[in-house]
């Protein structure tokens, strides 16, 4: 597994949390995103732990880059903020599992192991969160939102929608952005900043 956050104290904690669990291992920690990418294009891990909020770039552009390498990990978005709105966004972008900084260490075990086994733990979002979210996509990108929270993969909804793989990573990039872009707790989603 690899473990990402720009925060020393909570890559030391997971990893102690871990630590007693046989069966899960860390192989790498990385407190950026450009070295989350690197390492995880190097030790091709089952399950990488990303932070939201790093300082070179968001867990959101990080999960992006990191399902494209050729042998992507189920990616685990671990945040403070962890709610519908950031839930939605990490689906686009990829994630397999949201899970908040305050969830007890049995849960976030629990959830590593449920991604180790090639399955995702999406926690639900509430229905007027989804509504609200559609209601600021356009009509195909509404589609898109619904399908990927369903689970569909994105080949899948490329063959129903009649669309390239290409077009559809290009809506998800836009859909992404409009996600990023709501506020809804002071602070902007937007990514902290830009990497190669």
């Given at each position: 597994?690899?473990?990402?956050?720009?925060?020393?104290?909570?890559?030391?904690?997971l990893?102690?949390?871990?630590?007693?669990?046989?069966?899960?291992?860390?192989v790498?920690?990385?407190?950026?995103?450009?070295?989350?990418?690197?390492?995880?294009?190097?030790?091709?891990?089952?399950?990488?732990?990303?932070?939201?909020?790093?300082?070179?770039?968001?867990?959101?552009?990080?999960?992006?880059?990191?399902?494209?390498?050729?042998?992507?990990?189920?990616?685990?978005?671990?945040?403070?903020y962890?709610?519908?709105?950031?839930?939605?966004?990490?689906?686009?972008?990829?994630?397999?599992?949201?899970?908040?900084?305050?969830t007890?260490?049995?849960?976030?075990?629990r959830?590593i192991?449920?991604?180790?086994?090639?399955?995702?733990?999406?926690?639900?979002?509430?229905?007027?969160?989804?509504?609200?979210?559609?209601?600021?996509?356009?009509?195909t990108?509404?589609?898109?939102?619904?399908?990927?929270?369903?689970?569909?993969?994105?080949?899948?909804?490329a063959?129903?929608?009649?669309?390239?793989?290409?077009?559809?990573e290009?809506?998800?990039?836009?859909?992404?952005?409009?996600?990023m872009a709501?506020?809804?707790?002071?602070?902007?989603?937007?990514?902290?900043?830009?990497?190669?």
């Amino acid at each position: 597994m690899l473990v990402v956050d720009d925060h020393a104290a909570v890559r030391v904690g997971l990893g102690g949390l871990l630590e007693d669990h046989s069966d899960l291992e860390v192989v790498a920690t990385a407190a950026s995103a450009r070295e989350a990418l690197a390492d995880a294009a190097k030790v091709a891990p089952d399950v990488a732990v990303v932070d939201y909020h790093l300082d070179d770039s968001d867990g959101l552009t990080l999960c992006r880059a990191i399902k494209r390498l050729p042998r992507p990990p189920r990616v685990l978005v671990y945040s403070a903020y962890a709610d519908g709105t950031l839930t939605a966004a990490a689906v686009v972008a990829g994630a397999d599992a949201v899970v908040s900084k305050g969830t007890l260490g049995d849960e976030v075990v629990r959830t590593i192991r449920v991604l180790a086994h090639g399955r995702r733990a999406i926690p639900p979002i509430p229905r007027a969160v989804q509504r609200s979210l559609r209601a600021r996509l356009e009509p195909t990108d509404q589609a898109i939102l619904g399908m990927l929270l369903q689970g569909i993969s994105p080949s899948e909804i490329a063959d129903v929608l009649s669309i390239s793989p290409s077009r559809l990573e290009s809506r998800r990039a836009a859909m992404l952005q409009t996600l990023m872009a709501i506020d809804p707790h002071g602070s902007s989603l937007e990514p902290a900043g830009s990497w190669g």
